[in-house]
Nanobody, 123 residues
Framework: VQLQASGGGLVQAGGSLRLSCVASGRTFSGYFMGWFRQAPGKEREFIARINWSGATTSYADSVKGRFLISRANAKSTVYLQMNSLKPEDTAVYYC?????????????????WGQGTLVTVSS
């Protein structure tokens, strides 16, 4: 499956952005979808994931209550709504897909990756 992320940009602290990730190539609804981010000099970290139906979601503690992951299977798209953004949220954000629900915070468990979209939060 090929993934194309978009929606990044420059925003002031306290603002909002919505990232999108469009999938193509295989049946989108069969995959768990997730978002990760990588700040300069840091490892890629798990942010959020959603199951195939959208009924189950998981979040990193650092974004819980501020970010919301959702999906529209008819559009083969997963979203990440980011609210109350902080300067420490600045990173390149990646969408990912996997057929497995185990160890979802581990980047090695995710088989497919988008190209990343840069989010910069100014103070």
């Amino acid at each position: 499956v090929q993934l194309q992320a978009s929606g990044g940009g420059l925003v002031q602290a306290g603002g909002s952005l919505r990232l999108s990730c469009v999938a193509s190539g295989r049946t989108f609804s069969g995959y768990f979808m997730g978002w990760f981010r990588q700040a300069p000099g840091k490892e890629r970290e798990f942010i959020a994931r959603i199951n195939w139906s959208g009924a189950t979601t998981s979040y990193a503690d650092s974004v819980k209550g501020r970010f919301l992951i959702s999906r529209a299977n008819a559009k083969s798209t997963v979203y990440l709504q980011m609210n109350s953004l902080k300067p420490e949220d600045t990173a390149v954000y990646y969408c990912a897909a996997t057929g497995s629900s185990s160890s979802y915070t581990d980047v090695k468990r995710w088989a497919y990756w988008g190209q990343g979209t840069l989010v910069t939060v100014s103070s």
